[in-house]
């Protein structure tokens, strides 16, 4: 099975090179071997390779500077999707891609299914949105796992950001409004492996699921857990989002029910909170 991976040096794409490689031959280009801003270069990939599988773990991801970005976050997120949909499809390829939480305004009180309705509140969310309706407008077979709240053992990230300040500040005041599920890149990526690995996975309905680690918590939360596991005593102080003004706006809740994910591919992710022991060991 040969599986062109793109985006490999990201935090999901540099544990799905890791996850995929027991699966196939895995061809893993970073940003230097396939711009995604680049279609003529997207399209002689493909054509060259002709690869089975598409995993697309490239994505435009600075949430507040895609404010002033647009055109950028929406031709890496948008356009490029369009383009690597069409080539998949020509192929008869299956393109699995991954989106957000941040398709939707974050209104609603239980955690979101996939028949919710998206609302974005900012540009990075608009532009995930359309990459997913690229997709599925295309009409080539596709699995668009949405996630929620990244972090993992490199790269940037909210358990890296955190763990800087703590050696630099002597309180750290973090938003408590905020509710979701943090979700570790080598989470998602064993899952997918995990997905591609059972004999029927071509089967499956193409469509959108959700794929976000159990459990809840708030960035606070997050932030607090992150420093027990370190064993750091720096206070961490709740504040309101609007006591920290950031470019782009972000959904009140987070949450993203797995069910459907669960249901389909018997896949599940764990709690929030086993994720980050797993990180926090991998890390030492
Ligand atoms: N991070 C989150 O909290 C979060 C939450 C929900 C969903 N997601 C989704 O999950 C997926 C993986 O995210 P991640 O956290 O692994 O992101 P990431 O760590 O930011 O990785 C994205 C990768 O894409 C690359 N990239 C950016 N522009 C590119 C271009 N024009 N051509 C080729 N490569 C390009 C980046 O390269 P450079 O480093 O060179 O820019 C980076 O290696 C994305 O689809 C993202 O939207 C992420």
Request: contains cysteine.
């Amino acid at each position: 099975m040969k599986i062109l991976l793109t985006g490999s040096k990201g935090q999901v794409g540099s544990a799905l090179e890791r996850s995929l490689a027991q699966l196939g031959e895995v061809l893993a280009v970073d940003r230097a071997g396939l711009d995604l801003l680049d279609a003529g270069a997207i399209r002689r990939k493909i054509k060259e390779l002709e690869p089975a599988i598409i995993v697309n773990a490239a994505a435009y991801t600075a949430v507040d500077r895609a404010e002033v970005e647009r055109e950028t976050a929406f031709a890496v997120n948008g356009t490029a999707l369009r383009v690597l949909a069409e080539e998949a499809r020509k192929l008869d390829a299956l393109l699995i891609h991954f989106s957000t939480d941040y398709v939707f305004d974050g209104e609603k009180r239980m955690p979101y299914v996939e028949a919710d309705a998206p609302a974005p509140l900012n540009v990075y969310g608009q532009s995930k949105l359309e990459g997913e309706r690229a997709i599925a407008a295309s009409g080539c077979r596709h699995f668009i796992f949405r996630t929620s709240w990244v972090y993992g053992p490199a790269g940037r990230n909210f358990l890296h950001a955190i763990l800087a300040a703590a050696k630099t500040q002597a309180e750290l005041r973090v938003v408590d409004d905020q509710r979701g599920a943090p979700t570790a890149s080598v989470a998602i990526a064993s899952a997918v492996a995990q997905v591609l690995a059972s004999s029927d996975f071509s089967q499956k309905p193409s469509g959108v699921y959700h794929l976000s680690a159990a459990g809840e918590t708030t960035w606070h939360g997050f932030a607090t857990a992150i420093l027990q596991a370190k064993g750091l005593k720096t206070p961490v102080v709740a504040i309101r989002s609007d006591e920290y003004p950031v470019a782009a706006r972000r959904p009140k809740n987070s949450l993203l029910d797995n069910a459907k994910t669960l249901k389909t591919f018997d896949v599940a992710l764990g709690h929030w909170r086993d994720g980050l022991a797993t990180i926090m060991r991998a890390m030492h």
